[in-house]
Nanobody, 127 residues
């Protein structure tokens, strides 16, 4: 079992930055692909970014955040990060991280493929 805990959310002005962290306990994240998602009120949960595991990590991004958000991982700290720059009011949502037990070098946009989820952290962007 993997327990994921997100942190780093909060209130920021438009144009500002936040860095979210997702730390795991119970098991190492070394062999998991990791994803960051968000869900705004009344909207479906959407993938923002995902990162594979193994030699030569591979990343994917949603078009809405490409060039503004960066996903990274520090296996020594069992933590995955989401650096968010140039934040916009429409980025307001609850942000979740998730872990996918998949093969090395693979990432997926399919939410159902992710096996473990954190409880979420709120991000609010004021205009």
């Amino acid at each position: 079992q993997v327990q994921l805990v997100e942190s780093g959310g909060g209130l920021v002005q438009a144009g500002g930055s936040l860095r979210l962290s997702c730390t795991a306990s119970g098991r190492t994240l070394t062999n998991y692909a990791m994803g960051w998602f968000r869900q705004a009120p009344g909207k479906q949960r959407e993938l923002l970014a995902a990162i594979s595991w193994g030699v030569g990590t591979y990343t994917i991004y949603a078009d809405s955040v490409k060039g503004r958000f960066t996903i990274s991982r520090d296996n020594a700290k069992n933590t995955v990060y989401l650096q968010m720059n140039s934040l916009k009011p429409e980025d307001k949502a609850v942000y979740y991280c998730a872990a996918d037990r998949t093969g090395s070098g693979y990432v997926t946009r399919v939410l159902a493929n992710y096996d473990y989820w954190g409880q979420g952290t709120q991000v609010t962007v004021s205009s």
